[in-house]
């Protein structure tokens, strides 16, 4: 069974980069056609599609959020990365990591992490 984990800090400064992990047991980041994403809730709100790193390695990111958003991967750690950069305190939200077989599908998520963008 396929498991995702967030891990980062919980607390980040305004104009600061967010960074967040997410660790993948149960499956390999490079199966054929997963696309791994990223995904936020800030609070009162519904969720927030940021991007996604596919199987292969190619990105693709929300047009409102691509300025800022840059996802990688650690094959070797089979682990993928958020990096959020000049945050702000419209960014505080629990991010989720998933993962799912295309783009735009969820079959697997995190349990979310709770980030607060405060000085």
């Known amino acids: 069974q396929v498991q995702l984990q967030e891990s980062g800090p919980g607390l980040v400064k305004p104009s600061q980069t967010l960074s967040l992990t997410c660790t993948v047991s149960g499956g390999s980041i490079t199966t054929n056609y997963y696309y791994w994403s990223w995904i936020r809730q800030p609070p009162g709100k519904g969720l927030e599609w940021m991007g996604a790193?596919?199987?292969?390695?190619?990105?693709y990111y929300s047009p409102s959020l691509k300025s800022r958003t840059s996802i990688s991967r650690d094959t070797s750690k089979n682990q993928f990365t958020l990096q959020l950069s000049s945050v702000t305190p419209e960014d505080t939200a629990v991010y989720y990591c998933s993962g799912g077989v295309g783009l735009g599908t969820y079959d697997y998520w995190g349990r979310g992490t709770q980030v607060t963008v405060s000085s």
């Open positions: 790193i596919a199987y292969s390695g190619s990105t």
